[in-house]
């Protein structure tokens, strides 16, 4: 996975994250139970994706292969402090 893979993948993300957020429970969003669940899980996909992009550019920008990162694992990803 490159680079413009990630960020597509961001893209698809953030498009579903929304939907969850403003939609109405007919079109997914809303109140429906299962909306909930699945947003949580779409924020620590997006979360994810962002950690191993960041990695790749700093390998890149320290003369290192960018494929040599791995994504994290979410558990990881979401201990982080900001």
Do not use: F
């Amino acid at each position: 996975m490159d680079n413009q893979d990630i960020l597509q993948r961001i893209q698809a993300l953030v498009k579903e994250e929304h939907e969850l957020r403003g939609g109405s429970p007919a079109d997914g969003g809303g109140t429906d139970p299962d909306s909930g669940a699945r947003l949580k899980r779409v924020e620590e996909d997006l979360d994810q994706c962002w950690d191993l992009l960041r990695q790749r550019r700093a390998k890149a920008d320290a003369g290192e292969n960018p494929a040599d990162a791995d994504a994290r694992p979410i558990s990881q990803v979401e201990s982080y402090r900001q």
